[in-house]
C-alpha cells in the first residue's frame, strides 16, 4: 500500500456529550490537533447533547443525518470520532455516510507509527496496530480501500485489511516474541541503573509539555523538539550532575494524553514503566495550555494505572515564558511545585536545589573523622552519597558528607 503524498484529507470530527463531567469541547480541540498532527485538516466539528451513546451507531439517527449533511457540504473526505469506535459502530456510521470512517484511537497510532525510529518503537506500534485493525478486519476495510491512504494506513504496521486473520495472528505472535526480546534487553540495562548508586530521575507529562526540551536544555540530549504531539516516542536516558556535584540520570518517558488508546499502553508498557522503577517523578506542565489541569489529572491517572504512587513528585509548571501573568493552578499530589521555562532556564536553580534536598532526605547527614586506615571509606561515600566535605588532618581524614543509609559510617 502507497501512501498518497498529495492526499490532503478533509475530516469532520464528532463526539457526544453525555453529560458525566468531561469537557468534550475541549477533548475536540484536542483531536483537532491530532488530526493536523496527522497531516489532515480539519473542516468541520458536531457535538450530540445525549444521555448515552448509541452502541450500533454511536450518534443519534437525527444528528447522524446532520453528519452525513455536512460531508457534503464541506466536501470532507472523511469523519473522526473522539471516541475509539466498536467495529460495528465503525461500519454503521460508513454505510450511513457513504465516507471514510476513523476514531481516535486509529489517529493516535497513525501517528505513533509516523514517530517510531527504534527498531522497540516500531515494534511498539506495529504490534498495537495489529492488534487493533485485527477486531475490524470487516468494519474499516472499505473505508479505508477507498482512499487508498492517509490516515490509518501508515507505518510499519501498514498490513492490508483483507489479509486472512490466521497471518495477522501470526505476524502479532512474532511481533510479542521480539518485543520480550527487546523487554529483557531493557531490564537489564534498567536493573544495572538501579543496582548503581546514582539516582534515577524520571521526566514523565502530557503529550507537547515540554520534556524533550527540559532534558535537551539540562543536558545537551539532542532529542526531537517540536511543537507537535508525541514529538517523540522512545525514551532517552542521559547522565546529569546537581549543582553540589551530586550525579543523576534523567529518563524522558513518552507523552501521555487523554483517551491513550489501550493497545498503545499494552505495547509501550515497559517503556512507560521507566517511571516505575525511578527514584524521583519530573512531572512537566505546559502550564501555557488553558486545559493544563485537565493535562495534571490524566498524568495522575496514567501513573496510578501503571502502579505508579508512591514516588516523590516534582511539578514542573513549564512555558512561564509564554505568559505575562501565571495562572492559579494547584498540584496537591507533588511534593513540590516550581515554574519553569524548559527553553530559556528559567527555575533551573530552584529545581536542582529540590532534587538535591529530596535527594538527601533519603540520606543520613554525617560529619566526622575517618582514620587514615579506613581510608577505602572515602570512596563509599563518593560511590553512594555526597561528598561534601574533605579535609586532611593529622589524625585522619575530616568529612562532611550525605551517605546512603545502607552503609554503615
Known amino acids: 500500500m502507497f501512501e498518497n503524498d498529495e492526499l490532503v484529507e478533509r475530516v469532520i470530527l464528532f463526539a457526544v456529550d453525555t453529560g458525566n463531567g468531561d469537557d468534550v469541547s475541549a477533548s475536540l480541540d484536542e483531536l483537532s490537533e491530532l488530526v493536523k498532527t496527522a ?27 446532520e453528519l452525513r449533511d455536512m460531508v457534503v457540504g464541506l466536501g470532507a473526505t472523511g469523519v473522526c470520532s473522539d471516541d475509539e469506535l466498536s467495529p460495528v459502530q465503525m461500519k454503521n456510521i460508513e454505510l450511513a455516510l457513504d465516507t471514510k470512517v476513523m476514531d481516535r484511537t486509529m489517529v493516535i497510532l497513525d501517528i505513533f507509527a509516523r514517530r517510531a525510529t527504534t527498531k522497540e518503537g516500531k515494534i511498539q506500534v506495529e504490534l498495537a496496530q495489529l492488534k ?12 479505508l480501500s477507498r482512499l487508498g491512504g492517509g490516515i490509518g494506513t501508515r507505518g510499519p504496521g501498514e498490513t492490508k485489511l483483507e489479509v486472512d486473520r490466521r497471518v495477522i ?37 502530557y503529550t507537547n509539555a515540554g520534556k524533550s526540551t527540559l532534558l535537551n536544555t539540562l543536558t545537551d540530549a539532542g532529542v526531537l523538539e517540536e511543537d507537535k504531539l508525541f514529538a517523540t516516542l522512545d525514551p532517552t536516558s542521559r547522565n546529569y550532575k546537581l549543582f553540589n556535584g551530586q550525579e543523576i540520570i534523567l529518563t524522558d518517558t513518552v507523552g501521555f494524553i487523554r483517551k491513550l488508546p489501550h493497545h498503545l499502553i499494552n505495547a509501550f508498557r515497559s517503556t512507560l514503566e521507566e517511571a516505575k522503577y525511578a527514584d524521583i517523578i519530573l512531572h512537566v506542565v505546559d502550564i501555557s495550555n488553558p486545559y493544563a489541569d485537565n493535562h495534571i489529572i490524566t498524568v495522575y491517572e496514567t501513573l496510578k494505572g501503571l502502579g505508579i504512587t508512591d514516588k516523590p513528585v516534582i511539578t514542573l509548571f513549564n512555558k512561564i515564558d509564554k505568559l505575562e501573568e501565571i495562572p492559579v493552578i494547584k498540584d496537591f499530589k507533588a511534593d513540590k511545585v516550581i515554574n519553569i521555562s524548559a527553553k530559556k532556564s528559567i527555575g533551573f536553580d530552584e529545581l536542582g536545589a529540590s532534587l538535591a534536598e529530596i535527594i538527601n532526605n533519603k540520606r543520613s547527614y554525617i560529619e566526622k573523622v575517618i582514620p587514615y586506615n579506613d581510608a577505602g571509606v572515602i570512596n563509599q561515600i563518593r560511590q553512594k552519597g555526597t561528598l561534601l566535605c574533605e579535609e586532611y588532618r593529622e589524625d585522619g581524614i575530616y568529612v562532611k558528607a550525605y551517605v546512603d543509609k545502607s552503609l554503615n559510617i
Open 132 to 143: 487493533y485493525r485485527s477486531s475490524r478486519l470487516t468494519g474499516v476495510g472499505v473505508s
Open 169 to 205: 495472528r501470526s505476524r502479532i505472535a512474532q511481533l510479542q516474541k521480539e518485543l520480550n526480546d527487546v523487554k529483557q534487553h531493557r531490564e537489564t540495562m534498567r536493573k544495572q541503573r538501579m543496582e548503581g548508586t546514582v539516582p534515577i530521575v524520571s521526566i514523565v507529562g
Open 39 to 65: 497531516g489532515a485538516v480539519v473542516v468541520g466539528r458536531l457535538i450530540q447533547n445525549k444521555e448515552k451513546i448509541e452502541s450500533g451507531t454511536y450518534l443519534g439517527t437525527g444528528k447522524l443525518e
